[in-house]
């Protein structure tokens, strides 16, 4: 007996439909390696659709009151509580992350931060009114950008979906959407969801690949383009952008470096940053992917974390002693072992180092050490369950090793010295520093990274303001 597959759908102009030419992907869950839905591979007469939808809705989606806009997310925040077990069925299924923690990690917070903005909303803020020339008044006004082009990943499909449309709806700017080819299940359970809250256009979904998220970026109509990715596909979306000069907001990969002195409390350390490390499979731009050490401590902090690593379980979603699920896809299965593989004679596997099981895509937690600047492991994003351990001998070596990278997002220090922990968060090139944690986020703070993984800011009022332009307007007094 065959199991039907299900249909996914894009989402435009308040409908669900097909493909224009029928065309399909097949979607496959990483816990299993089997196929359980087909998507659409969506085309320019798809793109130009909903472009034309959201393009339509915006001036009256634009002359919404803030009060107006708040109500909206509001309501799409209780909703997304209301059917909170569907959008983690549909997550898992994308993703085949642990259930519980799905249900812990990521509904609440997607929905203190859609109401985050939703209190954004009424907080629009420019420079006062006054005289700057005799005879002249003038005044701020902050308006939505326009038409948003939106491009989110295949780690987080939710969350990074809310952190796409919820500050560009609270700003009063229309979203065309594109979830990963991998992962557009919860996003078009989301379509269906907001769908019955805002007026037709304002939201839309589009699925499909490369070349369907190239065609959002490439189309007249959107005045911004936003994307959560690799290094590369950024690139490209810059590139493509900056032939009709198109807003650009691009969060990209990360290499956070960890940077532990010899006054820290060793176990406590290596609990919080293997988990920091291990989470959703290290699959997290802001993951304590690379550890730097200091030589006192390095070979006691070694055999604890490589201890760490041995102790986490992966396996399937429905098993809460799990702690991450697979990889996302058989192409990030390849990527992570390769990175293993390739591994040079100096460096040692302390854990892990394998594939799990013999279906889906499951990767041990690894821990590798002996590894020097130059090597490939700590200069290129893994994005997988690895840990990487180098040692320094002084404040000077590590924060060299830590900023010796292309990638700047995020990145945390562990010392109980207070003025060595101000020293050292003033001089990392990061977006992000944390202090004797790593990896919590919150909807007040901005998110974001500098050098190459990106720029603008996701969260936060800072994050609100991307999605808004600035206009001065002078009137004579006479």
């Given at each position: 007996?065959?199991?039907?597959?299900?249909?996914?759908?894009?989402?435009?102009?308040?409908?669900?439909?097909?493909?224009?030419?029928?065309?399909?992907?097949?979607?496959?869950?990483?816990?299993?390696?089997?196929?359980?839905?087909?998507?659409?591979?969506?085309?320019?007469?798809?793109?130009?659709?909903?472009?034309?939808?959201?393009?339509?809705?915006?001036?009256?989606?634009?002359?919404?009151?803030?009060?107006?806009?708040?109500?909206?997310?509001?309501?799409?925040?209780?909703?997304?509580?209301?059917?909170?077990?569907?959008?983690?069925?549909?997550?898992?299924?994308?993703?085949?992350?642990?259930?519980?923690?799905?249900?812990?990690?990521?509904?609440?917070?997607?929905?203190?931060?859609?109401?985050?903005?939703?209190?954004?909303a009424r907080m629009l803020e420019g420079r006062s009114a006054g005289e700057y020339?005799?005879?002249?008044?003038?005044?701020?006004?902050?308006?939505?950008?326009?038409?948003?082009?939106?491009?989110?990943?295949?780690?987080?499909?939710?969350?990074?979906?809310?952190?796409?449309f919820a500050p560009a709806l609270a700003a009063g700017n229309t979203v065309v959407?594109?979830?990963?080819?991998?992962?557009?299940?919860?996003?078009?359970?989301?379509?269906?969801?907001?769908?019955?809250?805002?007026?037709?256009?304002?939201?839309?979904?589009?699925?499909?690949?490369?070349?369907?998220?190239?065609?959002?970026?490439?189309?007249?109509?959107?005045?911004?383009?936003?994307?959560?990715?690799?290094?590369?596909?950024?690139?490209?979306?810059?590139?493509?952008?900056?032939?009709?000069?198109?807003?650009?907001?691009?969060?990209?990969?990360?290499?956070?470096?960890?940077?532990?002195?010899?006054?820290?409390?060793?176990?406590?350390?290596?609990?919080?940053?293997?988990?920091?490390?291990?989470?959703?499979?290290?699959?997290?731009?802001?993951?304590?992917?690379?550890?730097?050490?200091?030589?006192?401590?390095?070979?006691?902090?070694?055999?604890?974390?490589?201890?760490?690593?041995?102790?986490?379980?992966?396996?399937?979603?429905?098993?809460?002693?799990?702690?991450?699920?697979?990889?996302?896809?058989?192409?990030?299965?390849?990527?992570?072992?390769?990175?293993?593989?390739?591994?040079?004679?100096?460096?040692?596997?302390?854990?892990?180092?394998?594939?799990?099981?013999?279906?889906?895509?499951?990767?041990?937690?690894?821990?590798?050490?002996?590894?020097?600047?130059?090597?490939?492991?700590?200069?290129?994003?893994?994005?997988?369950?690895?840990?990487?351990?180098?040692?320094?001998?002084?404040?000077?070596?590590?924060?060299?090793?830590?900023?010796?990278?292309?990638?700047?997002?995020?990145?945390?220090?562990?010392?109980?010295?207070?003025?060595?922990?101000?020293?050292?968060?003033?001089?990392?090139?990061?977006?992000?520093?944390?202090?004797?944690?790593?990896?919590?986020?919150?909807?007040?703070?901005?998110?974001?990274?500098?050098?190459?993984?990106?720029?603008?800011?996701?969260?936060?009022?800072?994050?609100?303001?991307?999605?808004?332009?600035?206009?001065?307007?002078?009137?004579?007094?006479?």
């Amino acid at each position: 007996m065959t199991t039907e597959l299900r249909r996914l759908r894009n989402y435009i102009n308040g409908e669900f439909r097909d493909a224009a030419d029928g065309r399909t992907i097949d979607v496959v869950n990483p816990a299993t390696g089997e196929v359980f839905a087909t998507s659409p591979l969506s085309g320019q007469a798809d793109v130009d659709a909903a472009m034309d939808a959201a393009a339509a809705a915006f001036p009256a989606w634009r002359d919404t009151t803030p009060a107006e806009r708040q109500k909206v997310l509001l309501k799409i925040a209780d909703a997304f509580e209301e059917r909170a077990e569907e959008l983690i069925a549909a997550e898992v299924e994308n993703t085949g992350k642990p259930i519980a923690l799905t249900a812990s990690e990521e509904i609440p917070p997607m929905v203190d931060q859609i109401r985050f903005f939703a209190g954004a909303a009424r907080m629009l803020e420019g420079r006062s009114a006054g005289e700057y020339m005799e005879g002249m008044t003038s005044i701020v006004r902050r308006e939505p950008v326009g038409v948003c082009a939106q491009v989110a990943p295949w780690n987080y499909p939710m969350m990074m979906a809310v952190w796409k449309f919820a500050p560009a709806l609270a700003a009063g700017n229309t979203v065309v959407l594109k979830p990963s080819d991998t992962t557009p299940a919860s996003t078009v359970l989301m379509a269906e969801i907001i769908g019955a809250i805002v007026p037709k256009g304002v939201f839309n979904v589009i699925c499909g690949d490369r070349d369907s998220g190239r065609a959002m970026v490439e189309h007249p109509t959107p005045a911004m383009a936003s994307i959560t990715g690799s290094v590369r596909a950024g690139m490209q979306v810059a590139e493509s952008a900056a032939k009709d000069v198109k807003r650009v907001h691009l969060e990209l990969g990360g290499k956070a470096p960890v940077v532990v002195f010899e006054d820290t409390d060793i176990a406590k350390a290596v609990e919080d940053i293997s988990a920091a490390g291990f989470f959703n499979a290290g699959q997290d731009c802001t993951a304590a992917t690379r550890v730097l050490v200091h030589e006192s401590i390095h070979d006691e902090f070694v055999t604890q974390l490589a201890k760490a690593a041995a102790d986490t379980k992966t396996g399937q979603p429905d098993d809460e002693d799990v702690f991450f699920g697979p990889l996302n896809n058989a192409n990030q299965l390849k990527q992570v072992s390769g990175f293993i593989e390739r591994l040079p004679a100096h460096a040692k596997v302390e854990s892990g180092g394998h594939q799990v099981g013999d279906k889906g895509y499951f990767y041990a937690p690894t821990v590798v050490s002996g590894l020097k600047q130059d090597d490939e492991i700590i200069q290129n994003e893994v994005f997988g369950p690895v840990i990487t351990v180098q040692s320094f001998r002084d404040e000077e070596q590590a924060l060299a090793y830590a900023n010796g990278v292309e990638f700047a997002l995020a990145s945390s220090v562990w010392t109980k010295d207070h003025a060595r922990a101000m020293r050292m968060s003033k001089s990392l090139d990061f977006g992000c520093v944390w202090i004797n944690t790593h990896i919590p986020l919150v909807a007040e703070m901005p998110h974001g990274g500098f050098k190459k993984s990106g720029y603008g800011k996701d969260l936060s009022a800072y994050g609100f303001d991307d999605y808004t332009r600035i206009k001065h307007v002078m009137t004579s007094l006479g």
